[in-house]
């Protein structure tokens, strides 16, 4: 998706759940407008939000309540979010969910909540947005990853929820978490004292490398300029 500098909102790809926020179902190869004024644009899997005159827009897939408008019916056009108190200054959307920073410092967030990445200490799903509560009204910035979320708070340090299978959260155990505090002290000494071994099997020598298989680049390549381009109308 995107925004010209007339502060007219496209999207393009699949849309099977109404994400493009055109009204239909069908897939665009190229930009369609998107139906209502949009000043700022975010997308999920399948589902995408917006800002338009200090009030948070949401359509597409809603199987989690993703869309905050209290039901979980897909949308395929902007519907207003119901609940938040005051005008957002930040928006991210994740996976299935979305997160919200109101004037005031206050965090919100609504949809699926399975690995606790809605920051609420429960992973219950919601329809409509929810206090992230232990960040009280320090957030300045949120965004949001497939079923994690992070916030900046007002004295510089980031706060991460949700799951952990990768280390997404940085503060070392992979298990889901609620709200924690980087940058995770316990990821950097396990390797400050892991870095020696590191080391000794970096410097081993490996085995002999082998012929590429069919589509494969094992050495890095130039990315070049894309031959064509598609001009946003205004």
Not at 60 to 73: D, K
Not at 205 to 216: D, I, N, S, T, V
């Amino acid at each position: 998706c995107g925004i010209t500098s007339s502060g007219n909102a496209f999207c393009w790809g699949l849309n099977s759940q109404g994400q493009l926020g055109d009204g239909s179902t069908l897939d665009r190869l190229t930009p369609t407008l998107v139906r209502g004024a949009v000043e700022t644009l975010v997308a999920g899997s399948a589902h995408t939000c917006g800002i338009s005159r200090g009030e948070v827009l949401c359509w597409g897939g809603n199987t989690f309540g993703q869309l905050g408008n209290g039901s979980t019916e897909a949308r395929g056009q902007p519907t207003p979010v119901q609940g938040l108190p005051s005008a957002p200054t930040e928006l991210a959307a994740g996976g299935g969910h979305a997160c919200a920073v109101v004037s005031g410092g206050r965090a919100y967030c609504w949809g699926q909540n399975l690995s606790g990445q809605l920051g609420d200490g429960t992973t219950v799903d919601r329809s409509v947005p929810g206090l992230v509560p232990s960040l009280g009204v320090r957030a300045t910035a949120v965004s949001a990853g497939g079923t994690h979320a992070c916030a900046s708070v007002g004295d510089g340090t980031a706060r991460r929820c949700g799951a952990n299978g990768r280390g997404q959260p940085g503060d070392g155990p992979k298990v889901p978490r609620g709200l924690r505090r980087g940058p995770g002290p316990a990821l950097s000494a396990r390797l400050r004292s892991e870095a020696p071994a590191l080391a000794r099997r970096a410097a081993r020598p490996g085995p002999p490398p082998r012929a590429p298989r069919a589509g494969e680049i094992l050495a890095p390549i130039q990315i070049t300029e894309p031959k064509n381009t598609y001009q946003l109308p205004d």
